[in-house]
């Protein structure tokens, strides 16, 4: 099965600071992957599909790239609204499987 | 607005079963895929199981779940389900259904989610 690594496991930044979370795949998986956010005691909410496309009503500070297998997310100026842990999956084939998680705070 | 409820979680001893239910509502169900993914207390996310649009005759699992867990849906109720056999004390988490996004696809990503239903396995 491909492993998704996800990459920090956490990070502090400042509010405004551009943020960056990197999710490996160990295969190629084209661009069927995406991003999503879970806020604290929340619902998991998609961000990014497709591994670039952003989801309607996500704000413009999103954004995923892909490089072969490594993708990368993206926050320009970093909110406190954004306080969250962010997960990439990869949807190409089954199983489905997610990164394990970035937690992103406010320093 | 598309909407998905979860029910049937609870508490239940090792080796036991438990029945989860989905209902659908805002949206054609029989045309999506429809998964269920669960988060382990204060862990990441697990996809569980999918099954595909339609008749449902694809479905998919993870390997920690595959020959105890069942996926299956009836259109009829717009109702997906997770029939839970042999639970392991490492199966409590919230377990979250999740509606696939393309039309007639099985494998896709994720939108929206539920608000869960918490499964705990204890004696």
């Known amino acids: 099965d491909i492993r998704m690594t996800q990459s920090p496991s956490s990070l502090s930044a400042s509010v405004g600071d551009r943020v960056t979370i990197t999710c490996r795949a160990s295969q190629g998986i084209s661009t069927y992957l995406a991003w999503y956010q879970q806020k604290p005691g929340k619902v998991p909410k998609l961000l990014i599909y497709?591994?670039?496309t952003l989801q309607s009503g996500v704000p413009s500070r999103f954004s995923g790239s892909r490089s072969g297998t490594d993708f990368t997310l993206t926050i320009s100026g970093l909110q406190p609204e954004d306080v969250a842990t962010y997960y990439c999956q990869k949807y190409n084939s089954a199983p489905l499987t997610f990164g394990g998680g970035t937690k992103v705070e406010i320093k | 607005q598309v909407q998905l409820v979860e029910s049937g979680g609870g508490v239940v001893q090792p080796g036991g079963s438990l029945r989860l239910s989905c209902a659908a509502s805002?949206?054609?169900?029989?045309?999506?895929?429809m998964n269920w993914v669960r988060q382990a207390p204060g862990k990441g996310l697990e996809w569980v199981a999918v099954?595909?649009?339609?008749?449902?005759?694809?479905?998919y699992y993870a390997d920690s779940v595959k020959g105890r867990f069942t996926i299956s849906r009836d259109n009829s109720k717009s109702t997906v389900y997770l029939q839970m056999n042999t639970l392991r004390p490492e199966d409590t988490a919230v377990y979250y259904c999740?509606?696939?996004?393309?039309?007639?696809?099985?494998?896709?990503?994720?939108?929206?989610w539920g608000q869960g239903t918490l499964v705990t396995v204890s004696s």
């Open positions: 497709g591994a670039s």
């Open positions: 805002g949206f054609t169900f029989r045309n999506y895929g």
């Open positions: 099954i595909s649009y339609d008749d449902g005759s694809l479905q």
């Open positions: 999740a509606k696939g996004v393309a039309v007639a696809g099985t494998l896709n990503w994720f939108d929206p």
